[in-house]
């Protein structure tokens, strides 16, 4: 079966860092876009940004809220995605949550979600 | 940034209804456009791609359409298990945008 895992939400302070975690199971992650997309309370969806796949440079693109302050990696060895967020702030807080695409493969765009890890920040 | 205008923000309708939602985009995307639907507390799933087609499995009630600017998710026969919050996302031009979303009820 196919899954995203999102893990490594929790409470951190304003200003501090964070390392969330998308793992893939059920097929090759490195064959996939890895998109990081979040949800503040109550409120709409937000792209965050995404890191392409090694095959197409695997290269990042950013959100301007988050450009400078997160980082997007992955580790296909692990069929792992990463999001370091540093200088956390209040408006970061929500469900981030990981989903996929692959590059002209439109059946596979954002065809899975993962169950989302929650990120308070709050002092 | 390509603003998505989602209207309408919520809609009230009966079973059986037909239910239509619309989003606008600043410029134009192409197709390049997924509906979105997230029943409470729960994650979202993919309904439409490409603007109009069909994700495997999704009940054939629901459709969408348009390219360009202009996009339609029409649910042709409202069921109380379509209550839920309907986005349309744009993967066109960075950033990439939502719609505010769609609440639906019955």
């Known amino acids: 079966e196919v899954q995203l895992v999102e893990s490594g939400g929790g409470l951190v302070q304003p200003g501090r860092s964070l390392r969330l975690s998308c793992t893939g199971s059920?097929?090759?992650?490195?064959?996939?876009?890895v998109i990081w997309f979040r949800q503040a309370p109550g409120k709409g969806l937000e792209w965050v940004g995404h890191?392409?796949?090694?095959?197409?440079?695997?290269?990042?693109e950013y959100a301007t809220s988050v450009k400078g302050r997160f980082t997007i990696s992955r580790d296909d060895s692990k069929s792992i995605a990463y999001l370091e967020m540093n200088s956390l702030k209040a408006e970061d807080t929500g469900v981030y949550y990981c989903?996929?695409?692959?590059?002209?493969?439109?059946?596979?765009?954002?065809?899975?979600w993962g169950q989302g890890t929650l990120v308070t920040v709050a002092s | 940034d390509v603003q998505m205008t989602q209207s309408p923000s919520a809609v009230s309708a009966s079973v059986g209804d037909r239910v239509t939602i619309t989003c606008r985009a600043s410029?134009?995307?192409?197709?390049?456009l997924v509906w979105l639907q997230q029943k409470p507390g729960t994650v979202p799933k993919r309904l439409i791609y490409?603007?109009?087609t069909l994700q495997d499995g999704v009940p054939s009630r629901f459709s969408g359409s348009g390219s360009g600017t202009e996009f339609t998710l029409t649910i042709s026969s409202l069921q109380p298990e379509d209550l839920a919050t309907y986005s349309c996302l744009q993967y066109y031009i960075y950033p990439w945008t939502f719609g505010q979303g769609t609440k639906v009820e019955i």
């Open positions: 890191i392409r796949n090694r095959a197409i440079g695997e290269t990042t």
């Open positions: 989903s996929r695409s692959r590059r002209a493969v439109p059946i596979y765009f954002f065809d899975k």
């Open positions: 410029q134009g995307i192409s197709y390049n």
């Open positions: 059920g097929f090759t992650l490195g064959d996939f876009v």
């Open positions: 490409e603007a109009s």
